[in-house]
């Protein structure tokens, strides 16, 4: 047998570091099991980045771990790239601490995210206790463990942040999400989720409010959902209790087997499987359970240290097509603050026709203006940032000639009521209008106005462009709809929602003709996977409802919680059906599809998502509502995996 743990794919992220053996080879997670099994010898998945390594022997330990004594000493770990363009960089240019010049800071570099050494040798394991166990408190009143108890599932009431590194091992992208206890302001709860091609390789940490580590779960899926680690999802647990690794608990194809310091130890928590006691590891496993304290303990900690202390960063990206939908290059992206008239920031778009902007993750309202010479420009208004987004990704921008007009046709919908035949959806008929030129342009100057007919077509001429809709009809929340204008006798669909009571809330997503078929999926509080809200479980008891499945393109999808609760978890996503059931997992016809989703309560509408564009995948992860309160996603993934209710009843 190898000295230490042999490595696992599925359980999580390939991990390296200084002090540690190499892991040996790769084997099949059956092979790991059943070696468990018969043997009880092998250890949990270990997970080593690739890189030099040195066999540890022993390694000190103190009374407690060893904290960085300075910031500048944590921000050394946590760097932007450097470039020579930096390097030449004016010193009155690095000390302008104004909006536009931290974001021409930023944009220094095409990828301006900081880099995170989550594996760096800082901090030392404390002396262990054989005696002492795991505390439990944190992680049962965190977790919505019981759903009838109100006295679980705090993290709901979280505040939530993001912010965005990249590995410095593995170059991945890595999002965090921080969870932040507004009672005291104390952060809880840190997922790590690194995109490594179609996994995602996830570490969940829970802290104490003194910082202290107390629980970390590894794991990896194809998507991701905010959950916990129940015993029979696979991957590692590690149990700390004063900078101790008092238990480590590895859940293999449903195999639990546990590596415990001490009896005590063994008693806590709930171990189903194997428990291996210290007193019996091998020399082998004792060196790979010490060697495994304390790489967690320094994932743990830089984690911590580092990604609280950096400031962080937000990327506007987008694209721009011409009115063939064909790539624009070297259009220019000039960015502003919402009212301001001096320009902050441009950049051009590369050959894809993409920009990229990075800004900081404060709150503020951007205005972005796109120009290209022979073209009629754009303005794009409510660029929204914070600290919730790490991408904001935008609708598709159209550059089309200055000389080109069209008549356009929008029939304009009801979302909830179908028409007679039951063919499709109910006709709106004289329906308010207001056309304003731009992006998400909400109020000021309307260039065109009207009436609908009886039949809820509405006619315009207009020259091309990009232009915001506003429709009204009493008994229906007013509506704004993105219009492109690009082609001469094009016609689209706008879709209405009727009256919204109050406690409901309704979820309306649209698109254009191709894909055919994109289905709405609500989790709720109370639901497991397999009953959530979807085509083939269309309402729940409980005032959950998909009240519309257009299958023909276009939309609507619509989803009413007629009752929403201001304790648990709601996570909305969108499939595209159609790739899916025809295993394209890849397909980019999704984010070409225009799919935007309005979001309505009784205060009309309050949310609107535009699909990221030109992205590889077929599931979309729009938004969550905690206790209430609704936040960004915005992820975008590319393989289903074995969760087949994206696209089989």
């Known amino acids: 047998m190898p000295d230490g743990f042999q490595f696992c794919s599925g359980c999580g992220n390939p991990m390296q570091k200084k002090g540690i053996p190499k892991a040996a080879a790769a084997i099949s997670v059956s092979v790991a099991a059943a070696v468990l099994i018969i043997a009880g010898t092998v250890f949990a998945c270990l997970h080593y980045r690739n890189g030099s390594s040195e066999k540890t022997e022993d390694f000190k330990r103190q009374e407690s771990v060893s904290r960085p004594d300075t910031e500048a000493e944590t921000e050394t770990l946590a760097k932007e790239p450097e470039t020579e363009a930096k390097e030449k960089e004016p010193a009155a ?47 049962y009143t965190l977790e919505d463990i019981d759903k009838e108890n109100p006295d679980d599932g705090r993290i709901n009431s979280f505040d939530i942040s993001k912010k965005e590194f990249l590995n410095a091992d593995t170059g991945n992208r890595v999002e965090y999400d921080i969870y932040t206890n507004p009672a005291n302001q104390k952060v809880n709860k840190i997922v790590s989720i690194e995109y490594a091609g179609t996994q995602l390789l996830m570490t969940e940490y829970y802290y104490t409010d003194d910082g202290k580590i107390n629980f970390i779960y590894v794991y990896s899926d194809v998507n991701y959902f905010p959950s916990f680690a129940t015993p029979d999802r696979d991957g590692e647990r590690f149990y700390f209790n004063g900078d101790v690794l008092t238990k480590m608990r590895q859940v293999i194809a449903g195999i639990q087997t546990n590596y415990v310091v001490g009896q005590r130890s063994a008693e806590v928590g709930n171990n189903v499987g194997q428990v291996i006691l210290m007193q019996d590891f091998t020399p082998d496993q004792q060196a790979s359970y010490d060697a495994k304290e304390q790489l967690m303990i320094d994932q743990a900690y830089n984690t911590y240290d580092i990604v609280l202390k950096t400031e962080g960063i937000a990327a506007i990206q987008g694209y721009v097509f011409d009115e063939r939908t064909m790539p624009v290059k070297q259009a220019k992206a000039a960015l502003y603050t919402e009212d301001g008239s001096k320009e902050l920031f441009s950049t051009e778009t590369d050959s894809d026709g993409l920009y990229t902007v990075y800004v900081p993750s404060d709150a503020q309202t951007y205005r972005m203006e796109f120009s290209k010479e022979g073209c009629r420009g754009v303005s794009m208004y409510q660029v929204e940032m914070n600290d919730q987004l790490v991408g904001g990704y935008q609708t598709g921008v159209y550059l089309a000639p200055d000389s080109l007009e069209c008549n356009i046709t929008v029939q304009v919908y009801d979302a909830l009521n179908y028409n007679e035949q039951g063919s499709g959806m109910l006709s709106v008929g004289s329906v308010e209008y ?28 207009l020259p091309a462009g990009m232009y915001t809709v506003q429709v009204h009809k009493d008994g229906y929340e007013d509506t ?15 879709n209405m929602s009727p009256d919204v009571a109050d406690g409901e809330m309704r979820i309306v997503l649209t698109w254009s003709d191709m894909p055919n078929d994109l289905d709405s999926h609500l989790f709720t509080p109370y639901c497991t996977a397999a009953e959530h809200i979807a085509y083939y479980n269309r309402e729940d008891g409980k005032g959950n409802s998909l009240d519309v499945d257009i299958t023909t393109g276009y939309g609507p999808e619509t989803v009413t919680i007629s009752n929403l609760q201001r304790i648990g978890l ?19 016809e999704m984010s070409y599809s225009d799919a935007c989703v309005n979001v309505y309560t009784s205060d009309g509408l309050v949310s609107t998502f535009h699909v990221p564009v030109g992205r590889e995948g077929v599931i979309w992860e729009v938004f969550e509502i905690r ?23």
């Open 93 to 139: 240019a690095k000390e302008d601490n104004t909006l536009a010049g931290k974001i021409q800071k930023l944009n220094t570099n095409r990828n301006s995210l900081p880099t995170i050494d989550i594996d760096a040798d800082r901090y030392q394991a404390a002396q262990r206790d054989t005696n002492a166990a795991w505390d439990q408190s944190l992680f």
């Open 480 to 494: 704004y709809y993105v219009l492109a204008v690009r082609t001469d006798g094009e016609v689209t669909h706008f």
């Open 627 to 649: 206790n209430g309160t609704l936040i960004p996603s915005q992820r975008y993934y590319q393989a289903v995996q074995d969760k087949d209710w994206w696209s089989t009843k």
């Open 570 to 588: 709601y996570k909305y996503y969108v499939a595209d059906f159609t790739n899916c059931s025809r295993g394209d997992y890849a397909s980019r």
């Open 434 to 461: 207001f056309i304003r030129s731009g992006i998400n342009c909400r109020d000021g100057e309307i260039c065109e106005q009207g009436v609908s007919d009886a039949e809820g077509n509405i006619r315009v001429y």
